[in-house]
């Protein structure tokens, strides 16, 4: 998990709030990816990123490599956004394997 | 699209018993993985795989073995189960081709050890 660092650990949202969860990694990543485990426990792909940002609905993702942080914004939180975000980063010189960090556990409040 | 799928959903087993998980998928991916998760933790990856009969370690390989019969297929055994285990196994496999590295999971395999 330190070479995955993800903050913050936990967090309490009211729905149709913002927020902002973030992974700094101590290996070169070159590729980030961004899961939501829900409640049943599987693992749903919300993000594949090369450096750059993606949007999907109501999450934007950036991937910065130079300053080797990741971040995942929601925005206008929903009670089924509730789960734990991981975020994996790949390195060349790690070959083909995901590094995953612990996770962010989200609780969207009504 | 396609999916993976992983056998049992729920395995029981005793101290000391060795234990089988399946995984298959049928995306046509050319590398799969094998990784253990804990109540509350990250994944760790035990096993992967980059093509039929390859295998490679990860960083929890000590106490499992994997078999990659074919493509679309990946097994993992746990050589003897420890008393009060509790953990969840989940399979992923992705494609090698270049058009993307993304890693698609199964929805896991969750093992007690009485």
């Known amino acids: 998990g330190d070479k995955v660092k993800q903050s913050p650990s936990a967090l309490s949202l009211q729905e149709g709030t913002n927020s902002a969860l973030r992974c700094n990694f101590s290996?070169?990543?070159?590729?980030v990816q961004w899961f939501l485990q829900n409640p049943r426990g599987s693992l749903i792909n919300l993000f594949y990123l090369v450096p750059g940002t993606k949007e999907n609905g109501r999450l934007k993702s950036t991937f910065n490599s130079k300053e080797s942080y990741s971040t995942l914004h929601i925005r206008d939180a929903q009670l089924e956004d509730s789960g734990t975000y991981f975020c994996a980063a790949e390195a060349n010189s790690a070959g083909n394997k995901l590094t995953f960090g612990i996770g962010t556990r989200v609780l969207v409040r009504p | 699209g396609g999916i993976i799928t992983q056998t049992p959903k729920f395995l029981i087993g005793q101290e000391g018993q060795k234990l089988t998980l399946k995984c298959q998928q049928n995306f046509n991916h050319d590398t799969m993985y094998w990784y253990r998760q804990d109540s509350g933790k990250g994944l760790r990856l035990i096993y992967y795989s980059i093509t039929e009969n390859d295998l490679q370690k990860g960083d929890l390989s000590e106490g499992y073995d994997a078999s990659r019969e074919k493509k679309s297929s990946f097994s993992l055994t746990v050589t003897s189960a420890q008393k009060n285990e509790m953990a969840v196994f989940l399979c992923?496999?992705?494609?090698?081709?270049?058009?993307?590295?993304?890693?698609?999971f199964g929805p896991g395999t969750r093992l007690t050890v009485l």
């Open positions: 290996i070169a990543a070159t590729t």
């Open positions: 992923a496999s992705r494609p090698e081709d270049g058009s993307s590295y993304e890693q698609y």
